[in-house]
Each structure stands twice: as structure tokens, then as C-alpha cells.
């Protein structure tokens, strides 16, 4: 899925920063190591990780705005009666907890071969893409939020969805839209740009840790020079069907599902990380007025 190579994954570059800081802070207790000599050891780990967490950062942020928008449409949790909530593909469970810390009962589940396995500030619970560990009728809530493009069995997922929802239940999903899709294409070679500057303003030396290595293979290169398909369907041109309303209501709909509503999230971004957090929320926002909600939140209950 997507279109970058990046130097370290994630969750190997966030295991080695903490392996770091626990030794630093080891031998700082045991006086051989000075406040300097700990934070160059840290540096030296997150010099070449540092577009990475600024994207992942950024990545944060949107996820919290667009989930602020979610909410509104979700029932109300009350501490006498807390909704129960799953959560398809939670990733890092940043929503996940999130969530939590605003009165829903949370079960989070994601793949085991998830890439934020090793990044996770919430527990999530392994499932094999298909079948999801719960019993009939078990959740008020069913969430995801830029998941559903990326599940092979859809049709089996979403069965599953709507046989673990209470009759009274609803699923919201925000999935990315047409036009997220159609300014990711330009936007690619925004990214791939400044990707070139950046390698050619480097010394030899910058090349080992501050910018990304060259592809190495022959899919590596196509994701690096073209832009690829995101989701699990069609191609980088009939994704545009594939993100439509049109899809994605027909879908649920097949499933049981009556689509109540469909908003936009309210801001602007590609899948490119064309400018990432060089481009403020308010920004964003402004753009998504002009050219488009990068998602579309569906919210649907049971027919």
C-alpha cells in the first residue's frame, strides 16, 4: 500500500530510539555517562528517523481532527451506560484510546503483521482480516478510520461488522475520497521533487542518515517514480471510482446497511505527504473548501 520508501521503518526506528534511551539513562545512573553524551547518542538515532516521526506527528493530528468530527454521530457514552466500540484496523490505538479516555468500551483489533505493532499506546488485539473475535449483536459502535480501502475480504469484513452490531447500532468509517485520490497523483511528484533536491543538496556523508536510500528494487523504484494504487482495488486512476460514495454506499448497502449520511471531513491532504507539516490545520481547512474533503465519513445502522 501507498508509494513511499522510507529509510527505517517505524517500528524498528521507535524500538532503537528507546533501546537508547534506556542505555543512556543505565549508565547515567551509574556515572559514565554525561547530559551531552546522552543526547548526542539520541540524535545520532533520530537524525535519519526524523521525516518519519514529523510524518507520523502530522499523521496524528488529522486522525484526531477527523475523529472530532466523527464523534458528533456517535452515541453518547454516559458512565451509567457505556457504548460499547470496536475499532477495525486501530493501528497504534492512538483512537482507540482516545476513545476511552471519553467513556466508550473499546476492543481494538488490527492485523498481526501491523507496522505499528511495535508503536502501540493502546492494546490491540490480533485478528486474520476476516473473522472478528466477538459475539452476535456485541457493539453499540463499529468505527474505522482509513481502513476499509485497505481490507482484502471486504465482503466478509463487513458482514462481519454488521453481525457483531447491536439492532440499535451504527458503523462510521472515514475513508478517503475522490478527491484525496485525484490530487495525490499531482502531488506525488511534488513529494518525488523535493525527494531529488534533497538528495542532491546532500554531502555523502547526509546520504546515510538524512535522506532516504535509493530504491532497490524494481517495485521500489515504480512506488518511488510513479504513483501507485493506495487501497486494495483497481488501479492509481479507477481508485477514483473506488473511494466514490457510489462504492462505498453501494457496499454497505449490500451488507444490510442503510447509509444515513455522508459528510466530508473538513480538511486537505493527499496520500503524497507532498508538504506534511509544513501545512497547518487551518490551511487545510481552507483548501478542503475550495477543493474538497480529503474523506468522507459514512454513518450507517442497521436495516
Given at each position: 500500500?501507498?508509494?513511499?520508501?522510507?529509510?527505517?521503518?517505524?517500528?524498528?526506528?521507535?524500538?532503537?530510539?528507546?533501546?537508547?534511551?534506556?542505555?543512556?539513562?543505565?549508565?547515567?545512573?551509574?556515572?559514565?555517562?554525561?547530559?551531552?553524551?546522552?543526547?548526542?547518542?539520541?540524535?545520532?538515532?533520530?537524525?535519519?528517523?526524523?521525516?518519519?516521526?514529523?510524518?507520523?506527528?502530522?499523521?496524528?493530528?488529522?486522525?484526531?481532527?477527523?475523529?472530532?468530527?466523527?464523534?458528533?454521530?456517535?452515541?453518547?457514552?454516559?458512565?451509567?451506560?457505556?457504548?460499547?466500540?470496536?475499532?477495525?484496523g486501530a493501528g497504534t490505538g492512538q483512537q482507540a484510546k482516545y476513545l476511552t479516555d471519553r467513556g466508550y468500551q473499546v476492543l481494538a483489533i488490527d492485523l498481526p503483521s501491523s507496522s505499528?505493532?511495535?508503536?502501540?499506546?493502546?492494546?490491540?488485539?490480533?485478528?486474520?482480516?476476516?473473522?472478528?473475535?466477538?459475539?452476535?449483536?456485541?457493539?453499540?459502535?463499529?468505527?474505522?478510520?482509513?481502513?476499509?480501502?485497505?481490507?482484502?475480504?471486504?465482503?466478509?469484513?463487513?458482514?462481519?461488522?454488521?453481525?457483531?452490531?447491536?439492532?440499535?447500532?451504527?458503523?462510521?468509517?472515514?475513508?478517503?475520497?475522490?478527491?484525496?485520490?485525484?490530487?495525490?497523483?499531482?502531488?506525488?511528484?511534488?513529494?518525488?521533487?523535493?525527494?531529488?533536491?534533497?538528495?542532491?543538496?546532500?554531502?555523502?556523508?547526509?546520504?546515510?542518515?538524512?535522506?532516504?536510500?535509493?530504491?532497490?528494487?524494481?517495485?521500489?523504484?515504480?512506488?518511488?517514480?510513479?504513483?501507485?494504487?493506495?487501497?486494495?482495488?483497481?488501479?492509481?486512476?479507477?481508485?477514483?471510482?473506488?473511494?466514490?460514495?457510489?462504492?462505498?454506499?453501494?457496499?454497505?448497502?449490500?451488507?444490510?446497511?442503510?447509509?444515513?449520511?455522508?459528510?466530508?471531513?473538513?480538511?486537505?491532504?493527499?496520500?503524497?505527504?507532498?508538504?506534511?507539516?509544513?501545512?497547518?490545520?487551518?490551511?487545510?481547512?481552507?483548501?478542503?473548501?475550495?477543493?474538497?474533503?480529503?474523506?468522507?465519513?459514512?454513518?450507517?445502522?442497521?436495516?
Open positions: 500500500m501507498g508509494t513511499r520508501v522510507y529509510h527505517i521503518r517505524p517500528r524498528v526506528r521507535m524500538v532503537s530510539v528507546w533501546r537508547e534511551i534506556a542505555a543512556c539513562t543505565a549508565t547515567r545512573i551509574h556515572g559514565h555517562c554525561s547530559i551531552n553524551n546522552c543526547r548526542s547518542r539520541i540524535l545520532a538515532m533520530t537524525r535519519s528517523a526524523l521525516p518519519n516521526l514529523l510524518h507520523m506527528q502530522s499523521l496524528s493530528v488529522v486522525r484526531k481532527y477527523e475523529l472530532d468530527i466523527a464523534l458528533k454521530y456517535f452515541p453518547e457514552a454516559t458512565s451509567s451506560q457505556p457504548s460499547r466500540l470496536l475499532e477495525l505499528y505493532k511495535e508503536a502501540r499506546v493502546f492494546p490491540v488485539v490480533d485478528y486474520d482480516g476476516k473473522n472478528i473475535p466477538a459475539p452476535e449483536g456485541e457493539f453499540d459502535v463499529v468505527f474505522s478510520s482509513n481502513v476499509l480501502e485497505h481490507v482484502k475480504s471486504i465482503d466478509t469484513v463487513l458482514a462481519e461488522t454488521y453481525r457483531i452490531l447491536k439492532p440499535t447500532g451504527c458503523a462510521i468509517h472515514i475513508i478517503p475520497s475522490p478527491t484525496c485520490r485525484i490530487w495525490s497523483i499531482p502531488a506525488h511528484y511534488v513529494w518525488l521533487a523535493r525527494r531529488i533536491i534533497a538528495r542532491l543538496a546532500a554531502t555523502f556523508s547526509q546520504r546515510k542518515t538524512t535522506v532516504p536510500r535509493t530504491p532497490q528494487s524494481g517495485k521500489e523504484w515504480a512506488g518511488t517514480i510513479l504513483p501507485l494504487r493506495h487501497g486494495e482495488r483497481g488501479n492509481t486512476l479507477t481508485e477514483i471510482y473506488y473511494f466514490s460514495q457510489t462504492y462505498w454506499s453501494g457496499k454497505l448497502e449490500a451488507h444490510g446497511f442503510k447509509v444515513e449520511r455522508i459528510i466530508g471531513n473538513g480538511i486537505f491532504y493527499t496520500m503524497a505527504n507532498a508538504v506534511g507539516t509544513h501545512l497547518p490545520l487551518k490551511h487545510r481547512e481552507t483548501l478542503s473548501g475550495i477543493l474538497g474533503s480529503s474523506c468522507l465519513i459514512y454513518i450507517a445502522t442497521k436495516n
